[in-house]
Structures are given as C-alpha cells and as structure tokens.
C-alpha cells in the first residue's frame, strides 16, 4: 500500500539559511499534519490543512510556512533556521471522513549547523 | 492547555515478560490514540480506542480506555525483542478539531532484553 512520501529524507543546512521539506500524503487523504521531534522528545504538532486549507496550528514559529497545493502535497518553509531548529521533521496524512488515525511518513532530519 | 502524562518514561524487561504504559489527561478526551516508533523509525498508529471503558485486543496487546475517558493503558503480554521501540498515547489536541492536532504523551521506551 501507498505510504506518506518526504522528501529530502536528510538535509543539512547553515544558520539563516532556509529550508523546504516536502510531503506526499497518501492517495485520496484530504488532511496533511506537520510535527517536529526532538531528540528524546514526543511530535509536536506545527500545522495542519484540510482540502488546502489551513485547519490548525501548533507551536509553529513565525519563521516557518507550510501550504497545501491542489495535487495535495505539503510543503514546509523554514527560513532564518537556527540551531534548534534541528529535529526530525514528520509530514503525516489521514482521510478526515474514515477515522481519527494519521499515517506518518519517513521523517526529514534537519540538521542546522 | 491540554497535556497528556504517560508513565513510565523507560522500562527494561526480560523477553517473556509483560509490559504497561499508562497514560492520563487533564481533560477529558474523545478519543485516545496509540502509535509506536521503532528506532530511527516514524510514529507507526497501532488503535484508536473512543468509548468510555473500550478494551480492544491486538493479538498479545491490550489497550485499555478508562470510565471517566481521562485515562489509558497498553499492556503487552510475553514480550518479544520485535516489541522494542517507544509507545506514544496521543488524544486530540487542546483548542483543536476533532480531526486536527495530536498531543502526545511523552512516550515510553521499551527495552526487551532476549
């Protein structure tokens, strides 16, 4: 079965800089959610969209975007990265009319030096 | 805000053994999630559990929803060394919809020791 795609899978990148993490959700889900893992810590939730629009937000700093495009797919700006902003990056999906479970992908680890 | 407390943060068991996590809200939640995270893996969803005092069974695991829906449990039975990871409750994040953010537990690292 089709699983969440991100894309770049590692990324290493300066401070200032900026950044764009990518999500592929799975076929025919309508909600895509972004989390950030530290090390040793639990997911915290960014953002979410619904159908392309914004549906939640979370602990996301002002320097960071995320939108949602008509093909589905997320992307996640990051720019002015400082260093604690390295952490793994989860893009994840669900079907909003089914069920409550989201499907992670693979993780973007972000590394900001 | 809504926080989601799960205990214990680590235990080491032999193979064979059982194994718990518990998990409690401030509030009262809708439903309650579980997912577990191998190593270096991504949150995996294991159940979804919704009515006040639902039991469901996964083969040797055993996910509990309290009466009040304030509180959670995953019990393992005769762990093997495939158990290994951190197990995540996670329940609807405070402020929300229903289908927005998790809030997460802190997770419990389970070590099985063969």
């Known amino acids: 079965a089709a699983g969440v795609i991100q894309s770049p899978r590692h990324l290493i990148k300066e401070k200032r800089e900026t950044a764009t993490l990518k999500c592929y959700p799975i076929?025919?889900?309508?909600?895509v959610y972004w989390y950030q893992q530290g090390p040793g810590q639990d997911p915290q939730f960014l953002i979410s969209f619904y159908e392309k629009m914004q549906s939640d937000k979370g602990s996301i700093p002002d320097r960071f975007s995320a939108q949602q495009f008509s093909d589905y797919h997320s992307e996640l700006n990051m720019s002015s990265l400082e260093l604690g902003d390295s952490a793994l990056y989860f893009c994840a999906s669900s079907l909003r009319a089914i069920a409550y479970e989201q499907y992670f992908g693979p993780g973007t680890r972000l590394t900001v030096t | 805000g809504q926080q989601v407390m799960q205990i214990p943060q680590y235990q080491h068991v032999q193979e064979g053994e059982d194994f718990t996590t518990y998990c409690n809200s401030s509030t009262t939640l809708s439903n309650i999630q579980w997912y577990k995270q191998r190593p270096g893996g991504h949150p995996v969803f294991l159940i979804q559990?919704?009515?006040?005092?639902e039991v469901k069974k996964q083969k040797r695991l055993t996910f509990q929803f309290g009466e009040a829906k304030k509180n959670s449990s995953l019990h393992i039975t005769a762990t093997q060394t495939t158990d290994v990871g951190t197990y995540f409750c996670a329940g609807p994040g405070a402020g929300g919809t229903s289908y927005g953010k998790l809030t997460f537990g802190q997770g419990t690292i389970l070590t099985v020791h063969p």
């Open positions: 559990l919704v009515k006040s005092g």
């Open positions: 076929p025919r889900h309508d909600t």
